[in-house]
């Protein structure tokens, strides 16, 4: 948990400084923004949820606009990095995407394993030895472990047996009609699955493959590209504030029950 603690203490120190005369960030335009579509944290149907919130919390801090972009996430990412993009929400840090982004993380996460119960058994190991058997993700998503990423879905990438879905709700609906016989999942998003399909709960083991790996750090990303240093530094303290002061906690309690707030708080 070393990470996490140094995180908060980041987030507890940033309110209190003053970033080189100037607090606000410059609204030098209106900043394109794309959102993670993840239920809770963002719904586009209803264009609600707590990343919704956290950016028009920001907004209202700052003076800025932020102009809602809809795309796939695999471009998004190329957008951040070229600077078509300004901002993205739902990032985590891997050493690539820091040679183009800054990030702003305030909540933490793991991800857990997803098994149809027609797999009679449930470690990982097994998974790689069937090669009847293929797993989901969404594509250009990292699930915040370089045991998932970079061992599990590699060595099932060079086997052809990993299916890349546009989004998220392609990636539950093949899991659902057997498809692939297994996904990564945040439990936080359990109900999101859950209340889109009353009985799938029943056809899936839940699994924690990694279970000695602390979870990992999640917020904003902003382009390196479009987004001087210093103005990133501005922006990052605007989002400190936000966790310090209880805004963040109580944009969570409108989203998600106690258990879950508890899970990912940092």
């Not at 959102?35 to 963002?42: G, K, T, V």
């Not at 990095?81 to 305030?106: C, H, M, N, Q, V």
């Not at 997803?114 to 058997?133: N, Q, V, Y």
């Not at 709700?169 to 692939?180: F, S």
């Amino acid at each position: 948990m070393k990470l996490i603690s140094q995180y908060v203490l980041l987030l507890t120190i940033l309110p209190q400084l003053s970033v080189l005369g100037q607090d606000l960030p410059k609204c030098f335009k209106k900043f394109t923004l794309s959102y993670l579509e993840s239920n809770h944290f963002y719904n586009s149907k209803k264009d609600k949820g707590i990343d919704k919130d956290i950016i028009s919390e920001i907004s209202k801090r700052s003076h800025c606009q932020f102009v809602t972009v809809h795309m796939t996430r695999a471009r998004m990412w190329k957008s951040i990095e070229s600077g078509e993009l300004d901002f993205s929400t739902g990032a985590i840090i891997t050493p690539e995407r820091e040679k183009f982004g800054y990030f702003s993380l305030y909540y933490k996460s793991k991800n857990l394993t997803l098994l149809r119960k027609e797999i009679k058994k449930s470690l990982m190991s097994d998974f790689l030895e069937d090669t009847k058997l293929r797993f989901g993700v969404v594509r250009s998503f990292k699930h915040g472990s370089n045991t998932l990423d970079n061992v599990f879905l590699k060595n099932l990438q060079k086997e052809g047996r990993v299916l890349e879905f546009v989004d998220q709700e392609k990636l539950y609906l093949n899991l659902y009609h057997n498809k692939v016989q297994g996904i990564f999942l945040e439990s936080f998003k359990f109900r999101d699955l859950f209340e889109k399909y009353k009985d799938i709960k029943d056809k899936l083991n839940i699994v924690d493959w990694i279970p000695k790996e602390e979870p990992f750090l999640n917020g904003i990303i902003m382009s390196k590209k479009s987004i001087p240093q210093i103005e990133a530094v501005k922006w990052q303290k605007i989002i400190a504030e936000i966790v310090s002061d209880g805004t963040l906690e109580k944009i969570f309690r409108k989203y998600l029950p106690i258990e879950d707030i508890k899970k990912i708080s940092l």
